[in-house]
Structure formats: C-alpha cells, structure tokens
C-alpha cells in the first residue's frame, strides 16, 4: 500500500563537520559548507490525521532508515528535471510531554535534507526561508492499514467492519500504517492536510490496481457465498436460509469452495439429477459401435 503523507519545513541549518561528512558521503565530491545549503524537514507523525489514519512509532523507525538517501522532488511528479534535494540523514524525535489520540507520546521523523547552490536554486532557498515553501508530502509504501479497534486490516470489509472517524463503544477508529516496506520521495506541495504536520495522502497507481483487484476479490467471494446459500437450501438440509448466510460469511474460499460442491452433490441426489454423458471411468471403449464419446 502506498502513502503520500504531508509534513512541514524547518528552515537553514549550521553546518558543522559532522553534518558536512554525512552531506559528503552522498556527495560524489567534496563539498564545502558554503556551497551548500541544509534544512530539517518533519516528514510524518504519529498523530491520527484527516484522513482517520497514522504512522505508529514503530513504522516511523522502520521509515527512517528507508528515506535516507531519497530525493526532494515537486508535487510528487518522479522527474530527473525536479529534483531539487536529498536526505542525508533522518531521526525520529519524541516529546513526552504531549498525547496523541491514540495515547501515546508524540513523535515524529525529522529528515536533513541539503541541497548544492547554484543560481537555479537561489529562489527556492529565499522561499524556504520565507516561510513560503513550508509544507512537504513523503511518498511511501506499508504492508497494512489496520483496524484501531479490532486489529484487522481496514480495508477488509469480510474482516473488519468499522469505519474511520467514527467511535465504536466511545473509542475512535483509525487504522495504524504498520510495516514500513520502502520510501519513494518526498516532495514540496501546496496545501497541508494533517492537523500537526500537515499530511497529505494521494494513492498512486499501483495502489489503484491493488484496490481495484481487492474488489474484484469481494465481489467473487459474494458471489461463492450466494451460490452455498442457493445450493443449500436445494440440497433439503432442513437448515434456514439466514443460517446458511451467517454460515458462508464466516468461511474463506477453500472452505466454501468445498461446501459448495458438497451441497451441489446433496442436490443432484435430492432432485435426481444425472448427467447426460457418463463419466470417463464408466465408459466402455471396447464398444466401437456405442454412444458418440465427446
């Protein structure tokens, strides 16, 4: 699953030697403080955006190392030709002094991000410092979006039928970002999302396609269940079509699979059903002159 997440600039940094040989280890020459201009960037937080969803601390962690190394772009268009920086290196940072929503302590991934100066980039420096170019959007990719309030995957509707936003039993749902499997880019955009950092998500194509093939997915598991119910009640089990239904909705497709071809036997045998053509196995092919073999 892949996450855009919006978060907020900080402005120049003090370049002292241990941030020139961590800006030198990414740089194919050796750069001098004044050729370089470096700013800290708040790329995501643990805090329950707009969108009902978060990073836990844990998948911050697990992030850090991933945008190590990972370009600044614009408005997350994935061109050589707008690049405009790179991460040099990433921690993240705790205050505990300050509660989430979902109750624990606030922290967030902080990226150092430098740039080489050059005439091209003069303005964009002026509007880092100017407080105009604030606000930047990670690009990233997690195995799970899962429930707050009973841990299955939200996007699961077979599994998990809460909704994001709403409380349940007076507890909020969102569903936590977890295991963090790769880190794009991040990029400079315009409008903030998340209430702290400023988030923003957009869902690339990729994630389109999985979304699109998870409804296909429901739509065929729908179908597998209304087929048991049918075949049920036709087999004559005595078995009420409602505990039929709660029945198939708590099995997966292998299992449903199999009580489908159960019910079909029951029903065949129930109506008397035959087939026309008799089985390979109960074919006498001695017999040149029988029945056409299809």
């Keep these: 699953m892949n996450v855009n997440k919006q978060a907020g600039v900080d402005q120049g940094l003090v370049l002292d030697e241990a941030e020139m040989a961590a800006i030198n280890a990414m740089s194919r020459k050796t750069l001098e403080p004044e050729e370089v201009y470096a700013f800290a960037v708040r790329l995501c937080d643990n805090q329950v955006d707009r969108d009902g969803e978060r990073f836990p601390p844990e998948t911050l962690e697990e992030l850090a190392p991933l945008f190590v190394g ?5 408005d997350h268009q994935w061109s050589a030709m707008g690049q405009t920086a790179r991460i040099y290196r990433t921690e993240v940072v705790r205050d505990q002094t300050t509660l989430t929503a979902a109750g624990d302590p606030l922290c967030y991934l902080k990226g150092y991000a430098y740039m080489v100066r050059t005439g091209r980039n003069q303005d964009l420096i002026a509007e880092i410092e100017g407080g105009i170019k604030k606000e930047v959007s990670v690009g990233c990719a997690v195995a799970e979006a899962r429930c707050s309030i009973c841990g299955e995957n939200i996007r699961d509707q077979s599994r998990c039928p809460h909704e994001k936003g709403r409380e349940y039993d007076g507890k909020l749902c969102w569903a936590d970002l977890v295991r963090a499997t790769d880190a794009y880019e991040w990029s400079f955009v315009a409008v903030p999302a998340q209430r702290e950092a400023g988030v923003m998500k957009s869902m690339r194509q ?21 087929e048991v119910v049918r075949l049920g009640g036709l087999a004559e089990l005595g078995v009420e079509r409602e505990t039929l239904q709660a029945i198939a909705k708590r099995l997966d497709e292998p299992q449903l699979e199999e009580l489908r071809m159960a019910f079909q036997r029951q029903a065949d045998k129930t109506w008397g059903l035959e087939p026309q053509l008799k089985g390979l196995e109960e074919r006498d092919f001695g017999q040149r002159d029988g029945a056409f073999l299809i």
């Design 70 to 74: 990972k370009s600044g772009i614009f």
């Design 206 to 226: 990729d994630m389109e396609q999985l979304e699109r093939e998870a409804a296909l997915g429901r739509k065929y598991l729908q179908r597998l269940q209304d």
